[in-house]
């Protein structure tokens, strides 16, 4: 059995998935699998997971982002450097 697939299909969700984390990803790719469930479809394409980003929305966001940075420079200088994460260095 061949699994179905678009050349530009993957290229456009990794575009349209930015600023997702792991726990989004998941939600996205669960979602995508109910309404090929409900469809009862054999294959998920792009069209459910165009569907799925509708009801999925992005946990990061700039405002999060400059939070987590202020966190990081905060801690920056306060942890020895031979277990400072390297982005910290």
Known sequence: MTTPHGTGSSRRLATDIEGFVGSDLEALCREAAMLVMREDAVFVNQSHFEKAREKVHAT?????RQCYGKVQQH??????????????Q
Do not use: G, H
């Not at 990061?60 to 999060?64: D, K, Y």
């Open 60 to 64: 990061m966001n700039e405002r999060l």
């Open 75 to 88: 801690f920056k200088d306060r942890l020895p450097k031979d277990v400072q994460p390297l982005e910290y």
